[in-house]
């Protein structure tokens, strides 16, 4: 009874806090995204209809642009949580010095927009490292280098976010291995359990959620943010938020509804999944949290 | 009959601190022995020791006649019972206590067949679906015991699994284990520092002190004669005078106004009351006197702060070193 009574108290607590930060997504990315709804569903005399969704639907160039996006969302989230999670589960103890933490943290302190300027710099066949092999007599010419960076499959693209997106990846597990009580490993191994029943049956159901929440928060952002595959992606195919873009700036008006309408659906998908997951994951969590031993 | 398990001489270091000093002991199929000792004495060092969670620095680990010191844990048919029952939370009852079978890639009809019967020996039958947070501690305990019973180990380690509950509960699930045990026919060892504990379960008691087994024997030989006054002190109450030691239970308290001095009491000690107990459904006291505390029963009705004498007729007396002292009074 006291145990739920302060379970209350610091729930409300948590509230009082978060009301703030709350308001003001509410009132700025909620209202943002509302008005971005109502003007992909409204004619310019108001009438409401879904007549923008289905055209983007017979665009070629949209459906193009769909199926790169998708690829590059994929591609960057699947190699961000892999090496994210191959990099804490090998080094979690030595992220405990300050210094090294220091090093991985860099990236998450670059902005996006400077990150593919970097890689551009680094990559592209006039970039540093073309130059440097070239210098060393590894290649001869400098177009013998291959085309990482603004080119047709999004290399360069997906470098960069699997770049700045590890360290973020690295960040939310790594509180999770410290939390985990490495005595359940010992029960797998008493049990007759392998190293991997050990990761499987002690840590993975611990990562899980994590995992899917980050991956989630990585599809949204990567699969809206415009200014890496604006830097690093060629004309065709383009990232949607550049097809977006393109249509919103183009002069003509009559596209906006379509700019607004190829964002929701990304956001659409994103806020889906994040509701399906924490449906799936809310159970599974609970039993964890209120089952392990303090 | 063989030794199914046998420890020579095992030492083990931490940072050139020895934890183990040459432990050596050896276990009968279906024996079940505990080992009692102080917190810090090595007890759980042992026991990491001998499940492979621990590697030796030197000595010799024999199971069924062959050495698994070098073995990995998962491959030595020894299983470790902590003291939290430390069952996997998002697994069920049954997927808990099937966990191990799986490992050992048991049929999945026969793993659960197999864990259902465990299941109804620890009574947890109408639990088998639910999680562990929905379990008390003495569930909890119940399936980590039949989690490892399952597998039918060769032996089974059990380091104070019993710490954690209140004292009621542990008691009753002593016997219940007790009788589990008896039952499986699994050998065990069981390591403790609660001497009532250690003296339920156990046919074979161990004295551990400082990193050394330094008195082996039935509970009783133990208990009635102890080999030392190290032995003595951790294994029960008892008078360590200089003549010798008095046991508890040869000790008696009395109100020294009521009685008249007995020639047959080699031993007259004055005390006094600090408490009154129940211990086996007997009313007891607790009498300070100066080389402590100790638990004693009185036929005389005593109250707290009450002066009394602690009365008894038989000394086991020090051997010539004058540490030891001998098993006959």
């Known amino acids: 009874m006291i145990g ?95 210094f090294v933490k220091g090093l991985v943290w860099i990236p998450i302190l670059i902005p996006h927009f400077v990150a593919g300027y970097l890689v551009f710099l680094f990559l592209s066949q006039s970039g540093l490292l073309s130059s440097l092999l070239f210098q060393i007599g590894l290649i001869n010419d400098r177009s013998m ?19 700045k997106e590890v360290p973020f990846v690295i960040l939310m597990l790594l509180p999770v291995y410290y ?74 008006w009559s596209n906006r509804p379509l700019a607004f309408a190829a964002m929701i659906i990304p956001g659409g998908v994103s806020l889906l999944l994040a509701g399906i997951s924490f449906k799936l994951i809310q159970k599974h969590r609970l039993r964890l949290i209120k089952g392990r031993v303090r | 009959m063989n030794d ?6 095992l030492t083990k270091n931490y940072s050139g601190e020895p934890i183990l000093k040459g432990v050596s002991f050896s276990l009968k199929k279906g024996e079940h022995a505990t080992i009692v000792g102080p917190s810090g004495c090595g007890k759980s060092t042992l026991l990491r020791c001998l499940a ?43 997927e808990n206590i099937t966990y191990g079978l799986k490992r050992k890639k048991v049929p999945k009809k026969e793993r659960i067949s197999e864990a259902l019967d465990m299941i109804q ?60 045990l008896r039952e499986e026919n699994i050998t065990s060892l069981f390591i403790t520092h609660d001497r009532d504990e250690a003296i339920e379960l156990a046919d074979m008691l161990a004295v551990m002190n400082e990193g050394r087994l330094i008195q082996q024997g039935t509970p009783y030989d133990v208990v009635t004669y102890p080999s030392s006054t190290e032995s003595a002190r951790i294994i029960g109450e008892g008078l360590p005078l200089e003549k010798g030691f008095v046991p508890q239970h040869h000790i008696t308290a009395i109100d020294p106004h009521n009685r008249v001095q007995n020639d047959q009491e080699l031993v007259s000690i004055p005390g006094k009351v600090t408490a009154l107990t129940v211990k086996n459904n007997s009313v007891c006291y607790r009498v300070s006197w100066e080389g402590g505390t100790i638990l004693v029963p009185s036929e005389d009705k005593l109250e707290p702060g009450q002066d009394v004498v602690l009365k008894a007729a038989h000394v086991y007396p020090y051997d010539r070193n004058g540490r030891e002292w001998s098993n006959t009074p």
């Open chain 2, 52 to 94: 492979g969670l621990e590697s030796i620095d030197s000595g010799d680990i024999m199971l069924n006649g062959k050495s698994v010191t070098k073995t990995k844990p998962e491959k030595r048919s020894i299983v470790l019972m902590f003291q939290d029952s430390l069952l996997f939370p998002h697994l069920s009852v049954l």
């Open chain 1, 179 to 252: 939390e985990i009580d490495h005595r359940y490993s010992e029960v797998v191994r008493t049990l007759g359990g392998s190293k991997w029943d050990e990761f499987k049956t002690v840590e993975w159901p611990w990562l899980l959620p994590i995992l899917l929440e980050v991956a989630i928060i990585l599809i949204a952002f990567v699969s809206t943010a415009f200014e890496v595959p604006y830097l690093l992606g060629v004309t065709r195919p383009e990232m949607l938020p550049v097809h977006a873009f393109d249509w919103f700036y183009s002069g003509d």
């Open chain 1, 145 to 163: 280098f291959p085309i990482l960076v603004q080119d047709t499959r999004g290399v360069g693209i997906i470098l960069t976010y699997v770049w």
């Open chain 2, 121 to 180: 020996k620890v009574k947890l039958s109408p639990w088998k679906d639910a999680y562990p947070h929905e379990l008390s501690g003495g569930q909890k305990q119940r399936v980590s015991l039949a989690r490892a019973l399952v597998l039918k180990p060769d032996l089974l380690l059990l380091d104070e699994p019993f710490s954690s509950l209140d004292a009621s509960l542990r008691e009753s699930l002593r016997g219940e284990v007790k009788e589990i």
């Open chain 1, 4 to 98: 739920e009574t302060r379970f209350l108290k610091n729930k409300h607590k948590a509230w009082f806090y978060l009301t703030p930060a709350v308001i003001i997504v509410l009132f700025l990315v909620g209202y943002g995204m509302w008005s971005a709804v109502i003007q992909s569903m409204q004619t310019i005399g108001g009438k409401w209809t879904f007549e923008f969704y289905e055209e983007l639907f017979r665009s070629d160039s949209f459906l193009r642009s769909l199926k790169f996006t998708f690829w590059i969302t994929l591609i960057s989230t699947i190699l961000s949580l892999v090496i994210g999670l191959v990099l804490t589960r090998i080094l979690y103890r030595l992220f405990q010095h300050s």
């Open chain 2, 4 to 9: 199914l398990i046998q420890c020579n001489q």
